[in-house]
Each structure stands twice: as C-alpha cells, then as structure tokens.
C-alpha cells in the first residue's frame, strides 16, 4: 500500500507557472515509475509525464518542452513545474505510481499506473 497526496494547485495565468507537489513513499520515490495525469470530466485522463527509477522522463507532446517532472528523495516527493501554461492544462492533476523491475527495464511500462493520489485542481485565468 502507497500513500499519495498532491499539493500545489490553484489559479494561474495564462503564460505563468505552477509548480505540483506529491507525497509518497521513501521506497516509492525511489523504486517505483512516478508519474503526473490530468483530467477534464467527463473527457477521458491523459498521461502527462513520468519519470522511472533511474531518472528517465517521458512527456506528453502537448507538454514537452513546457513542464518537468523531477524528485527531491530526501523529501519523499516529486514535482510537476508547469511553465507558459495554456488553457488547454486547465485540469484536475493527479500523481500515480507503480512498481517496476527489471522485466519493465526499470522504466514506466504500458500497464498502467496502480497508486493514485486524489487530485489537485488547477485552473487557467486570462
């Protein structure tokens, strides 16, 4: 069992920033792929970003380039830094996690995320 727990959402500008905190585990942080999704209801979730165990990222197009995922082990939390947001990442944000191995090649595999928090709102102003 994995405890996960966003923080930091809220209301910004069009073109500003926005930086997304999540909570877990020390083993989590560590071992497990981290990653961030979002969701306009009732629009199907979409994967953002996620970062493996050994500090490989993958982003989702409409985001590269604009946010980062990163980790702070020592703080068992890893981070989601929107940068130039758009409307369109108006959302409700979640970060998950999963455990991985060497069978995924200790990077995030395609099965889908197994711990979840409960979501942070972040909403676009003009």
């Known amino acids: 069992q994995v405890q996960m727990m966003e923080s930091g959402g809220g209301s910004v500008q069009v073109g500003g920033s926005l930086r997304l905190s999540c909570a877990t585990s020390?083993?989590?942080?560590?071992?497990?792929?981290l990653g961030w999704f979002r969701q306009v209801p009732p629009k199907a979730q979409e994967a953002v970003a996620a970062l493996d165990s050994r500090g490989r990222t993958t982003y989702a197009d409409s985001v590269k380039g604009r946010f980062t995922i990163s980790k702070d082990k020592s703080a068992n939390t890893f981070f989601l830094q929107m940068n130039n947001v758009t409307p369109e990442d108006a959302a409700i944000y979640h970060c998950?996690?999963?455990?991985?191995?060497?069978?995924?090649?200790?990077?995030?595999?395609?099965?889908?995320?197994?711990?979840w928090g409960k979501g942070t709102l972040v909403t676009i102003s003009s």
């Open positions: 998950a996690a999963v455990a991985i191995g060497v069978h995924d090649g200790r990077r995030c595999p395609n099965r889908g995320m197994e711990y």
């Open positions: 020390e083993y989590a942080i560590s071992n497990y792929c």
